[in-house]
């Protein structure tokens, strides 16, 4: 590494150090906000800071429209953030981000009161510069449950429980290392003692080298080795730091303290947790409480989310029983959020079985304040706005049991998991295309086209032969076109006319169909992800059909389907799904107020969104008395996992009016619902829209 002589102020030592420790490009008004300058300030010496960072090691990207980035390796970046750091007339210009982090790892570490005067001279900003930060430093505690005091005659001092404050000094020290150092930092501490120091302040440097880290490190090998838990790198460190902090905390007095959940004694993570509280005890003489072996093995349960998997595993299949506990209070929110979502979710064994494993953690870890990070909350309430809020207006089933306001971070979490169940729904079981081959009654003419297309398209699957003189096969019903050796008319499906030998011809123009096809299908996903239908775009006078009674449930089931099949909205197999899904998991799709939800997999027969509404003069009676009586029938078709959302939350908020149901009730004609329909959607909260 080339060593730097040119002399550069402190802005440019400011703004070089900025510039090593992103991990990616930065953008001008990015550094500006970190160093504390303004844009303007930072351009005028941009000149002498690409000069000083020039070297074989480093490569500059300095361009307009894409920022500042240093190209180099983690090591050059380190070796020249040391030579910043060396600099003998080094007066270090803080940015307001840093010094809230010093000012945080005092009062997260100090016993007693700290005076402001005391870190102003230590520290290099000034009293009126750390009064300004305040305000950053109390938003950042108040996110840990800790508040911050201020009194003229004693200084400055936290309050919180001790688990919090842990936690917080966790995610500080974090904060200083950046992402890169913290994932870097349990193989660091395989094979040494201290932590370099380079890209951090002096301050935290220090503190770190009182942790015991590499201790902390070897107990991590041992819970993997003991447990059989191979924990990802990020469970790692945050598991190493903890028990490090926690160590210290003890060595100077500071213990967690209060009953544990009985439940956590019987688990494999409270044994390990007992064994590492006995390497501790033995290497230090501390005694470890009962409540720190719970937090211990709260952790290293959560670290089993992160374990890998190998893929020729089912999804959800390696995770462990979760207890009764989390197994219920997942169950009421699928529940809940199936009814406004899409009710199969409600059948989904991997929804049930990874969201209950989930609550093990959850639960404890809210209940004792312990933060979590969410990278994907962003994107999740940009995209899935609809399936976040579902989620927010159902988390009183876990409130009531935490006892506390469920932070946006775990509703997120608790969403993506739902969000999963919904994409399964519309997941291809087999995405190929399907076919009916039309014929003349010549065996060996269908024979032989048929064989040809297997060979030409592996991809589209040939679901039967339809002679002229016979009645199209049940196959054919839902199928995507007909291939056709002779000419016909008025088919309810695309006719492509070919020789049976399947000429270059030909196969041109069955390519050219499947083309289109892919196309529109892609389309119709990608106009269909913004595209939230109201209830009334959907209930057509056409879907809406009276009957004055129903012989028996599958009738039911058929007659509500059929203006739907009649316009070509679902397929016949949709109609025989939604019959197959109540043999095997009954009437769990009843809505309540008379009303039964009917529906399949998008995936089942589906070819545009729709709903269809069957009213009944005679309410459905149900001789085993699985559900009550039933006089409003619902099907519905979705296409994907969003499209059909505020539709049915439409519907489920509507039936919770008396007054809405008894004016269902009263209407003879599909008209007066509609119109219905008109009034009373006004009424709804904003989530539905």
Known sequence: MVLHNTEINTRQQNIIRELLKA???ITLSELAEKTGLSSRVVRYNMDVVCAWLRCPDVYIINKPGYGIEVVASQQAKDELLNQINGLDDCDIILSRVQRIRIILLYLLIY?????????????????????????????????????????????MWIEGSEESRRFALSRVIR???????????????????????????????????????????TLIRYIEENIGLSMSVVSQAEMM????????????????????????????????????????????????????????????????LDSTRSTGEQE????????????????????????????????????LNELSNHLDYAIFRLKHHIPIRNANLDILLEKYPQVFRVVENSVFILEKEVKRKIPREEIGYIAMYLLSALERL?????????????????????????????????NLKVAGVLNTFSTMPVEGRSADVIISTIPMEDSYL?????????????????????????????????????????????????NIIFMEKAGGWQELVRAASAPLLKSGCIQERYVQAMINVIENYGFYMYMGSGVLLLHAKPTDGVTELCISMLKLDAPFHFDDGRIPDVDIVIVLGATDDNSHLTALFQLNELIQFSEFMQGMRSTREPADIVRILWKWLPNLPETAS
């Open 23 to 25: 991990s990616d490009r």
């Open 111 to 155: 016993l007693e009161p700290v005076a402001a005067k005391e870190i102003s001279e230590v520290e290099e900003f000034s009293r009126s510069t750390l009064f300004k930060d305040i305000r950053g430093v109390e938003d950042w505690l108040a996110r840990y449950n800790i508040r911050l005091n201020r009194q003229s005659a004693r200084g």
């Open 175 to 217: 904060e200083e290392l950046g992402d890169a150092r913290w994932y870097r930092l349990p193989q660091y501490f395989q094979d040494k003692d201290r932590y370099p120091g380079a890209g951090i302040s002096g301050r935290f440097s220090r503190f770190m080298d009182r942790l015991e880290l590499q201790f902390s490190r």
């Open 241 to 304: 730091l903890y028990l490090a902090v926690t160590i210290h905390a003890l060595s100077v007095g500071r213990a967690v303290s209060g009953d544990i959940e009985s439940e956590m004694y019987e688990s494999q993570e409270y044994d390990a947790a007992e064994a590492i509280a006995y390497q501790v005890e033995k290497k230090y003489g501390l005694a470890i409480p009962e409540k720190e072996k719970e937090i211990m093995a709260a952790l290293i349960l959560s670290s089993k």
């Open 316 to 351: 959800g299949s390696e995770l462990p029983l979760a207890s009764k506990k989390s197994q219920k209070i997942a169950q009421e929110l699928i529940n809940v959020c199936s009814m406004r979502l899409h009710p199969m979710i409600k059948i989904d064994d991997i929804l």
């Open 426 to 458: 519309r997941t291809e079981e087999d995405s190929r295309l399907t076919a009916i081959i039309a014929n003349d009654g010549v065996r060996s003419k269908s024979s032989l086209l048929k064989s040809r297309l297997e060979f030409e398209f592996p």
């Open 494 to 542: 695309p006719v492509i006319e070919v020789n049976p030998f399947l000429e270059i011809e030909d196969i041109k123009k069955i390519q050219r169909w499947i083309a289109e096809k892919s196309q529109a299908q892609r389309q119709r996903k990608l106009g269909s992800f913004h595209e939230f239908r109201s209830l009334v775009d959907l209930v057509r006078l056409p």
